[in-house]
């Protein structure tokens, strides 16, 4: 396990490299990833390189036995390029305005002479450091699809989208089927005459929206494994990630984008993603943990990276201080950079980089901090590092172990779109749905997998799909070849695979194993709770409740107020009608965890627990210290079942 840093030499005088480089070794940093937004600097015009500079840098580092991990710097078209093909410029799908140079990431990927030029770019670049003896993996682009970057309503991604069909549908009176658009007259004459959809009076053709989401995640994903072949072609025996960022956030289907990766980066930024995830709605939780960030933040985000490659993953960027692009930019407590680099071991990171070495004292993110201030003094963050690293090698502990799994959570992209697309109701967030069934998991003290629809799940026990409307044949397949337990949240196959209302009703397809159906549906207020009834106990139905109407074989597991079902089951399978408090989903889950043997911790909400290898990890997230009675008698190697206030133990298991 090692510890790296995102560095950019182009920023600061050439006199403070080797200073740096020094400073680096001796904090005990191994990776330095470099030259992601270095473009510019790296071909001032067309044609003309000026890699002196970069060479310099990279052995600097080298000198100091740092190792580099080389990025393509394709993120950042400079100025020049845009001036000489303005067509890679996206175009705002919200506003339909083209979306202007002067940041990042201000490229179309329908852009036919971007994607030539950022492979021409690629291309000299990995060429260049391919085997360079210092450069020992390589980056793509930077967190791809960032600021809403995947749908461009260009000329050239209309055009592009319009091919794409043609080869999806084949005729034309197969798409305007498919997508019903004998509906208010929709119907399209050829595919030329397709239209991007936005922009339009009131609500878009939901199969339409869901056919473009499809396609401009396609056209990203023949970007991204362009870049992937070049590098290798040039870097043999290096290593290929990127940084990935959520799939809610990249609208691009993670999963594939990541099949060609050695395995898969995440860049952390707790404080940032608790607050634009609580700051709407529910401040409650964002002030509680606003300088920790939510207890299952981190994590939840970690494993699913580590479900993108099925391995071990890399925290690219970690947040070491207050960060500048968040509603509000709290700092965050004391101890919490050693802990969630903790957390991010204890789910699976081989590597923590820390994003930045020294603030920047220019342009965008001055007031995002670095491990040194502006004026190269130590931030806060440093002395943290440097217990990381001591405790690193104090232990010396081998962790190369896989995780232990037992549950499984199955995810999806376009599970995810159909649920955005068509909201229903406006306390319906998909990623909130999907996070409060991690939560209640996560609150038993169990490890969580995450999966994709075409993983097989014979190795878990307990399988949860928060929801999944649109389920596909090998899902099927893969929920009858196993034994495990399978919980299915609402909105299951309730849509064809090109959006429409299945025909059988919800659960669609799932009716082949579990004969039930959905009579209804309604949404409600986030604010209102309705009483459901579980085990002899009673807890809440909120914001979304279907009608169900249990087919033969069917048990009925929970009842809303009035009776009815609201959750069923059949032989292994579960499918429950409602979103409901957490609570409920902890009795529930709980419950089916014990009857397949698996052991549960029922914690304090501030606490969570991790396996990794033969080792336990706990963290506690609150502010005051906190017995662990359940381990009270495990084997430390560092701390105890008393933890401090943000503070963290490791056990033999
Ligand atoms: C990341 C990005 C970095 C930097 C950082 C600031 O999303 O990859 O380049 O902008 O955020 O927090």
Same mark, same amino acid.
């Given at each position: ?179 019903? +658009?004998?509906?208010? &007259?929709?119907? =399209?004459?050829? @595919?030329? *005459?397709?239209? %991007?959809?936005? !922009?339009?009076?009131?609500? #878009? +053709?939901?199969?339409? &929206?869901?056919? =473009?989401?499809? @396609?401009? *995640?396609?056209? %990203?994903?023949? !970007?991204?494994?362009?870049? #992937? ?9 290096? @290593? ?22 050695? @395995? ?390």
């Amino acid at each position: 396990m090692m510890l790296g840093i995102c560095y950019y030499p182009e920023h600061w005088p050439k006199s403070q490299w080797a200073q740096d480089a020094k400073e680096m070794r001796e904090l005990g940093l191994t990776y330095v990833r470099i030259a992601e937004f270095a473009w510019s600097r790296l071909e001032p015009s067309q044609g003309t390189f000026t890699f002196e500079w970069l060479d310099e840098a990279i052995e600097t580092l080298a000198a100091e036995g740092l190792k580099v991990i080389m990025c393509t710097p394709t993120a950042t078209p400079p100025k020049w390029l845009i001036d000489a093909y303005p067509d890679i410029l996206a175009v705002d799908v919200n506003t339909g305005l083209v979306r202007g140079f002067g940041s990042r990431r201000h490229y179309d990927f329908s852009s036919e002479d971007y994607r030539r030029e950022a492979m021409r770019i690629s291309d000299v670049v990995a060429q260049r450091y391919g085997s360079h003896p210092a450069v020992v993996g390589w980056q793509t682009d930077n967190e791809l699809a960032c600021h809403d970057t995947t749908p461009s309503a260009s000329d050239s991604a209309l055009a592009a989208f319009q091919g794409w069909c043609e080869q999806r549908y084949g005729t034309i009176e197969k798409l305007n089927e498919a997508w019903g +658009n004998v509906f208010w &007259s929709m119907e =399209y004459p050829d @595919f030329q *005459s397709i239209d %991007v959809p936005y !922009f339009a009076v009131t609500e #878009v +053709n939901p199969s339409h &929206s869901l056919a =473009y989401r499809r @396609f401009s *995640s396609d056209q %990203v994903i023949r !970007f991204h494994d362009e870049m #992937v072949s070049i590098i290798r072609k040039h870097a043999p025996g290096r @290593f290929v990630t990127h940084n990935f960022i959520p799939m809610s956030d990249t609208q691009t289907d993670n999963y594939a984008l990541a099949k060609d990766l050695d @395995f898969s980066s995440f860049d952390n930024y707790p404080l940032g993603r608790t607050d634009l995830f609580f700051a709407d709605e529910d401040t409650e939780q964002f002030k509680r943990y606003m300088r920790t960030g939510h207890p299952d933040f981190s994590s939840y985000y970690f494993d699913q990276t580590r479900g993108l490659s099925q391995k071990n993953f890399w925290i690219m960027e970690q947040q070491p201080g207050p960060v500048n692009w968040a509603v509000h930019n709290p700092r965050p407590e004391p101890g919490m950079i050693a802990l969630w680099s903790w957390v991010a071991f204890a789910h699976g990171a081989d590597t923590v980089c820390y994003f930045r070495w020294r603030q920047a004292a220019f342009a965008q993110e001055q007031m995002h901090a670095g491990l040194k201030r502006v004026d190269n003094s130590p931030s806060a963050a440093y002395p943290e590092v440097q217990q990381v690293k001591a405790e690193l090698d104090q232990l010396n502990i081998n962790l190369n172990d896989p995780l232990h799994y037992r549950v499984a959570i199955v995810s999806t992209t376009t599970n995810q779109w159909v649920s955005e697309i068509e909201q229903q109701g406006q306390s319906y967030r998909h990623e909130k749905v999907e996070f409060e069934y991690y939560n209640a998991l996560r609150l038993l003290g169990l490890n969580v997998a995450f999966v994709s629809p075409e993983h097989s799940l014979t190795d878990y026990d307990l399988v949860v799909v928060p929801t999944m409307p649109i389920i596909s044949d090998a899902f099927i397949k893969n929920c009858e070849a196993t034994d495990a337990t399978i919980v299915f949240g609402p909105r299951t196959g309730s849509k064809t695979d090109e959006f429409q209302y299945p025909r059988n009703l919800g659960p669609g397809k799932l009716q082949s194993l579990l004969p039930a159906k959905v009579l209804s549906v309604e949404t409600l207020r986030g604010d209102i709770q309705e009483k459901l009834n579980f085990n002899g106990e009673q807890f809440h139905s909120n914001r979304w409740r279907e009608e169900l109407l249990p087919g033969d074989n069917c048990e009925v597991v929970a009842r809303y107020e009035d009776e009815s079902p609201a959750v069923v089951k059949s032989g292994n399978l579960y499918y429950v009608g409602t979103l409901s408090c957490s609570d409920f989903l902890t009795n529930l889950l709980g419950k089916l965890a014990v009857e397949k043997g698996i052991a549960t911790h029922i914690l304090n909400e501030d606490v969570r627990t991790v396996e990794r290898g033969d080792y336990r990890f706990i963290f506690n997230y609150a502010g005051t210290p906190v017995r662990v009675d359940a381990f009270a008698d495990a084997d430390f190697v560092i701390g105890s079942h008393e933890l401090d206030a943000y503070g963290y133990a490791i056990a033999k298991r």
